[in-house]
């Protein structure tokens, strides 16, 4: 009897849904190791000024053009060589983080604050403020973002801060998107009813009641747009007019050895490389996040 | 018949805003006249300009102006070429379609096979394979996708030219990496709906009446299954045209995305206007008809 | 009147993470022409499984062994693919549970049926919308030919499952089988749907297994009555028989827990069976039930005894008739 009693019990406490979630992410393969490749890129950034081997801007047109350390030719004094005007490549590799980082991250918090305050007040509210989002949302899908950003840039100049509003203004529309069917699911769910039928105020609904429950998805939506805000800095400097030179953002990094394609393969390949390590981390970060807050969703 | 009128009302309102949006934000921009006029021009010259092209009117009068032109098919002159930019860009415009059309050819001729192959067999080898080819294109840069095909194809091996316009191998590697660039999110799209319909009642209903497997899957299933990707594919056809523009100028194809990028750095805001119309307007007519493509393949769809 | 169907042993095992799951553990009927079988169970017990089984339809990861698995002459256990498919649709049809998402919403009411013809028999379109409209009239669709353009989205629940029927009845199969036709229909119609079903099977002269948990159901139309439990049959035979003097303990639960009009008073209890299945997964010793068994004792946890009577009424219990002998629970004491 003792017995029966003590496995009924073991199996009504079991796990509780912390552990089963600590569990769920130590155990996505994706995700670990997404988040600790992210997490060492992070880290180098930060650290950049202190283990960067040169300074980042510093030419030397003594040491044009070093190939990495694994050419003939390399030294390690340049571990992945220099650019056309001497710079070390791995001091600019490492400071080009902080760019991609910087960009991603506040680009995903301005597009995330103006998608999910759009999206939640067309969810929730519907209606005409729903109508009225969703031709804004169609209006911004329309406008070829590439396109737009680079006039825009080519306007106001391409510094670091107009690039990250450009895109953050730009970026929006899948926050929009995903957070407006988010609430609109939730809005009709029996606590929101129950919740509305005791008299809480519209606001207090709104912050306890919902976001709580779109936050997972809001996550995954930052992941993805952190990826595409990089990408497109990337692809902005790449053509010219994002990030001016002699910033070492990566795209631009990219765009200066396109002269030197010919003979020097490996000034495009590097920076390229980083990119896309960073981009494929965020990736998989998203996409484990997603499994793990909803594994009922899987495929 | 009133959802589709109503339907494209509203994507002509969408492309009126999208009008009037990127027609405010270029002519916001400091003063259009003394770009014309360059360095080293007088006062008098910058302001013959200005009242030449009427930049001396308010906004809104310039802005109608050059909407009821536009309606008219006429989206006024080059600065830099002193040529009619209807015409500038109608010259460019086939090569974008060409690319735009392969392109989405491309990722959907990959990506639907992939997508169903991996969805018939789940945790497969081809599932695996599929993945990664999905995994890769999302995080690769297609510029630089584009410069490594280039060091691969035509200088080590030299089998392809690296840009130009001259034949159609010219235009298999901005293919690919067009095609490339939409064939993810079309792939994992095809292989969630096919996972999603081949569990459903009316799959086993198929297999109940005695239907083989080659015709469970495409008549049964993938009919299902595809509709999404219809509307997914035209936002990425959309969105490609777009992002042509990252092709071109690695290929250096002289299409309409090129010449976008020429024109901005030259600040030819008659071009950037009407090149961001006519982008946009791709976008809303192949939404439109994907809408219409998906009336007629989901009956339930059709309304009335 | 010859055997069509014979079902010796049936076992349907499916891999899991966590073991095997034994979902149908070694199961034996038979049916001939013009038999009404019901197969009688809670969910999870088998039923539906087994079902699948002789139509060939188990998910892939499932696996099935028999010792015989015989249509009409056939060895199923053994058939090809292209032999099964040959006989699905056109000898034997399987009639779903869910009339709302059995029909594919892409395509037209006469498409779809036509189609069940159009894969077994040398015919036209033509010829096989014919033979569409005439089903869709034995089925009481009215303006038969107007619905053969229509969408499955455009018909109520009840019209679909009848649409069903009919895509089941294209071929003229010997043997159709319906998986709770009318669990998922309003009771108002379940009753007509029934009603069809019986009909259409004694004209039609076939065989037919109708799976369900309605007890009041197998009563009115079941020859022969099939009570499965936990992956295997406790209690089968003559409807009559079972009905009139069930033998094991399950049946007699189940038996309780229908009102008899005349019989169960308002407001009166009616019968439950506490407790819960047990988990198939891993080996099964003994009786399956005894946990929930009012009348269990320690011998239910070994080998059981199959006990015939010479009608064909076939139990699985300890006990002789499936009661203890008035002695017998206080010696041996619950386990």
Redesign the interface.
């Known amino acids: 009897m003792a017995k029966t009693i003590e496995t009924v019990e073991a199996a009504l406490s079991g796990p509780t849904p912390g552990q089963v979630l600590r569990g769920r992410i130590f155990g996505h393969r994706g995700l670990m190791l997404g988040g600790i490749v992210l997490l060492v890129i992070f880290v180098v950034a930060i650290l950049a000024p202190l283990i960067a081997p040169h300074d980042p801007y510093a030419q030397n047109i003594m040491a044009r053009m070093q190939p990495p350390v694994w050419h003939d030719r390399g030294t390690w004094d340049h571990p992945l060589g220099t650019d056309h005007l001497g710079r070390d490549y791995l001091s600019r590799l490492l400071y080009g983080a902080r760019i991609s980082l910087l960009i991603g991250g506040f680009a995903a918090l301005i597009s995330g604050l103006i998608g999910t305050f759009m999206g939640v007040a067309a969810g929730y509210f519907g209606g005409k403020i729903d109508n009225i989002v969703t031709f804004v949302i169609n209006v911004r899908l329309a406008m070829p973002v590439v396109l737009v950003a680079l006039a825009i840039v080519a306007v106001f100049g391409g510094s670091l801060e107009v690039v990250i509003l450009v895109l953050g203004f730009l970026l929006w529309d899948r926050f929009a998107v995903v957070m407006r069917s988010s609430t609109q699911q939730l809005r009709s769910m029996e606590y929101v009813n129950a919740a509305r039928a005791i008299g809480c105020s519209t606001r207090r609904i709104i912050f306890s009641e919902i976001m709580p429950n779109i936050l997972n998805n809001l996550i995954v939506v930052v992941t993805l747009e952190m990826a595409h805000a990089i990408l497109l800095e990337a692809a902005l400097s790449f053509l010219g007019l994002g990030v001016q030179p002699p910033t070492p953002s990566w795209g631009l990094m990219v765009s200066e050895g396109k002269k030197m394609l010919l003979f020097e393969p490996w000034l495009i390949t590097i920076p390229g490389i980083a990119l896309f390590v960073l981009v494929l981390a965020i990736n998989l970060m998203g996409d484990g996040l997603r499994d793990v807050s909803a594994p009922e969703n899987r495929n | 018949m009133v959802f589709t009128l109503k339907r494209l009302g509203l994507a002509l309102l969408v492309a009126l805003a999208v009008s009037m949006l990127s027609f405010t934000l270029l002519h916001l921009s400091g003063d259009p006249a003394s770009a014309i006029a360059g360095e080293g021009a007088t006062d008098v010259d910058i302001a013959a300009i200005r009242a030449y092209y009427g930049f001396d009117r308010p906004l809104i009068v310039q802005y109608a102006d050059w909407l009821f032109k536009a309606l008219r098919g006429d989206f006024g002159e080059s600065y830099y070429f002193q040529l009619p930019v209807a015409q500038l860009i109608g010259d460019r415009l086939s090569i974008t379609m060409t690319l735009g059309v392969c392109g989405i050819s491309f990722a959907l001729l990959t990506a639907v096979p992939l997508g169903v192959a991996a969805a018939v067999r789940p945790n497969s080898l081809i599932d695996r394979v599929a993945l990664f080819i999905s995994v890769m294109g999302q995080a690769m840069p297609s510029f630089w996708f584009g410069l490594v095909l280039v060091v691969i194809f035509s200088i080590k091996f030299q089998l392809l030219p690296p840009s130009g316009t001259k034949s159609w191998e010219n235009f298999i590697m901005p293919t690919v990496v067009l095609g490339y660039y939409a064939m993810p999110a079309i792939m994992r799209l095809t292989r969630a709906g096919m996972l999603d319909v081949l569990s459903?009642?009316?799959v086993?209903?198929?297999?109940?009446?005695?239907?083989?497997e080659m015709r469970v899957m495409f008549k049964?299933a993938l009919?299902?299954a595809i509709i999404p990707v219809v509307s997914l594919s035209a936002v990425q056809m959309g969105f490609m045209l777009g992002g042509s523009i990252v092709v071109e100028s690695i290929f250096a194809l002289h299409g309409a995305g090129y010449l976008a990028w020429e024109s901005i750095g030259r600040n030819d805001l008659p071009t950037v206007q009407a090149l961001i119309l006519i982008f946009s307007l791709f976008y809303i007519v192949f939404t439109f008809l994907s809408d219409l493509l998906n009336a007629w393949?989901?009956?339930?769809m059709r309304v009335g | 009147m010859s055997t069509i169907l014979s079902v010796e042993d049936l076992k349907v095992d499916i891999p899991l993470a966590g073991g095997v799951l034994h979902a149908v553990r070694g199961i034996d009927f038979d049916l001939k022409r013009g038999e009404t079988l019901c197969i009688v169970g809670e969910s999870g017990s088998g039923k539906s499984l087994t079902s699948l089984a002789i139509?060939g339809?188990l998910p892939k990861m499932a696996q099935c062994r028999a010792a015989k698995l015989e249509f009409s002459g056939i060895d199923l256990s053994k058939a090809k693919n292209r032999q099964m498919?040959?006989?699905?649709?056109?000898r034997m049809?399987?009639i779903?549970q869910?009339p709302m998402?059995?029909?594919?919403?892409?395509?037209t009411i006469g498409d779809q049926l036509a189609?069940?013809l159009l894969?077994?028999r040398k015919v036209g379109k033509k010829a096989a919308e014919a033979r569409a409209v005439e089903l869709l009239e034995k089925v009481g669709i009215t303006a038969a030919a107007s619905r053969l353009g229509q969408?499955p989205?455009q018909l109520s629940g009840g019209l679909r499952q009848r649409v069903?029927i009919a895509?089941?009845l294209m071929g003229e199969p010997e043997l159709i089988i319906a998986d709770e036709p009318t669990t998922a229909l309003d009771v108002t119609i379940q009753a007509q749907i029934l009603r069809l079903l019986v009909d259409l099977q004694r004209e039609m002269n076939m065989a037919m297994i109708l799976i369900t948990h309605d007890l009041g159901v197998v009563a009115r139309v079941a020859d022969k009555v099939a009570i499965m439990y936990a992956g295997e049959v406790v209690e089968a035979g003559k409807s009559a028989d079972v009905f009139n003097a069930p033998q094991h303990p399950y049946t007699r639960g189940l038996l309780r827990c229908i009102p008899v009009p005349g019989k169960t008073k308002p407001g009166e209890h009616l019968g439950s069976i506490p407790g819960i299945v047990p988990s198939l997964i891993g080996e099964t010793q003994g009786c399956a039930f005894r946990g929930r068994c009012d009348v269990a004792i320690g011998s239910c946890a070994h080998d059981i005894p199959r006990r015939v009577s010479e009608s064909g009424h076939m139990y699985r219990c300890v006990h002789e008739g499936g009661q203890p002998a008035a002695n017998a629970i206080q010696s041996e004491g619950r386990p």
């Open positions: 459903a009642d009316y086993r209903t198929a297999r109940a009446k005695g239907a083989g049964h009919r299902n393949l989901d009956p339930r | 139509m339809l498919r040959s006989l699905r649709g056109d049809s399987m779903f869910e998402t059995s029909l594919n919403p892409a395509y189609e069940a894969l077994h969408y989205h069903m895509m089941a």
